[in-house]
């Protein structure tokens, strides 16, 4: 977040956070469990590295950086109301994503015509994903 000052206005600019991480790993790690892949993310998010003790079910993977991402993560691990199945889902189509296309034109959106093996049924009901024409929007990313 910055500010400024313009016309004795105090003006707030906020910023959104990418978090970058190996969705192919991810998905390995934590055998696609979604309470497993959500708190593991969680924790690559936080930077913990160390789990909590060795009784710990969800362990932090070491090395999770790779070309998925997420815009403005904290808002989804903040979020207590959502099902942690619908939370996964949005984790692992966000992560399809390819970040050179949302770095150059700003789009936040999967864009469905590369993605013909998404099965649509089982995500419309999921509150985080808006689903218009042919293109899966986030609600966290959206500005």
Known sequence: MSSGIQNGIIVIKFQYMTLFFNLGLLESETQCDSTKLVETLRLHFIRKTIPKNQYSKIKPI????GNSFLINPALLFTDTSTDIVYKAQYIRLAGRRTYAIYKHYGYTYLDLSFYSDI????IKPNPLLKITENKIHFKYEEK
Do not use: H, I, M
């Not at 099965?119 to 089982?122: N, S, V, Y």
């Open 62 to 65: 070491f090395n999770l950086k």
């Open 119 to 122: 099965d649509l049924d089982a």
